[in-house]
């Protein structure tokens, strides 16, 4: 039972253009939301958050936007750099709980 | 260091074999985590600890799984007798005030 869905496995995004990465979840006890992004042989690194309480949340290149009444978030990567080329994780933890769900990620190619 | 460090980087053993997995917190956070990511998954939650109690185990898969942090900083992570489906990268994480988890390198598993 997939609790934080990431749809898309893979995405290609031309350089300097907007990158859209989304996700879905199924369990509305869940009330903050994380992104991760991680390089190959690293620990994943936290990007930004969002509490249920926003519907948006930026910083810097990146905003994350909250759809409550559809359980969905997305991150925004804008303009998108060559260094942002990562898989990207989607989390999510009840409140009270630290204790964090992760999606199966998001491989995204930013191409020169 | 300043980050999360895990020791080893890699760690190689046959089935029904014991291991151990240390994790070094960032000082001064209470809040220490183990997860478990096996190929094309995100992490999967195993056990959280405040302080030196675990708050919640409910991730471990069973009880050949253990985890200790008796002085509330260190912690070590114990598989006793290893199976090939143990293989995985072992990801420690640990927090302070706020909910953002910052992520050790991972220890990756190799049981043969």
């Known amino acids: 039972d997939q609790q934080v869905k990431q749809n898309s496995p893979s995405l290609s995004v031309q350089e300097g253009r907007i990158s859209i990465l989304n996700c879905d979840y199924t369990?509305?006890?869940?009330?903050?939301f994380l992104w991760y992004k991680k390089y190959p042989a690293e620990g994943p690194t936290f990007l930004i958050s969002?509490?249920?309480?926003?519907d948006k949340n930026e910083d810097g290149r990146f905003t994350v936007f909250l759809n409550k009444s559809a359980k969905h978030l997305s991150l925004h990567i804008v303009p998108s750099q060559p260094g942002d080329s990562a898989v990207y994780f989607c989390?999510?933890?009840?409140?009270?709980?630290?204790?964090?769900?992760f999606g199966t990620g998001t491989r995204l190619t930013i191409i020169p | 260091g300043a980050g999360v460090s895990q020791t080893p980087s890699n760690k190689v053993t046959e089935k029904g074999k014991y291991v151990e997995l240390r994790c070094d917190p960032i000082s001064g956070h209470t809040a220490l985590y183990w997860y478990r990511q096996s190929l094309g998954q995100g992490p999967e939650f195993l056990i959280y600890f405040q302080g030196t109690g675990a708050a919640d185990d409910s991730g471990l898969p069973n009880d050949r799984f253990f985890a200790v942090r008796p002085e509330g900083s260190v912690s070590t992570l114990k598989i006793q007798r290893t199976e090939r489906g143990d293989s995985a990268v072992y990801l420690c994480a640990s927090s302070g005030a706020y909910n953002e988890q910052f992520f050790g390198p991972g220890t990756r598993l190799t049981v043969l």
């Open positions: 969002i509490s249920s309480i926003k």
């Open positions: 989390a999510a933890s009840p409140f009270g709980n630290e204790k964090l769900t």
């Open positions: 369990n509305s006890m869940f009330d903050y």
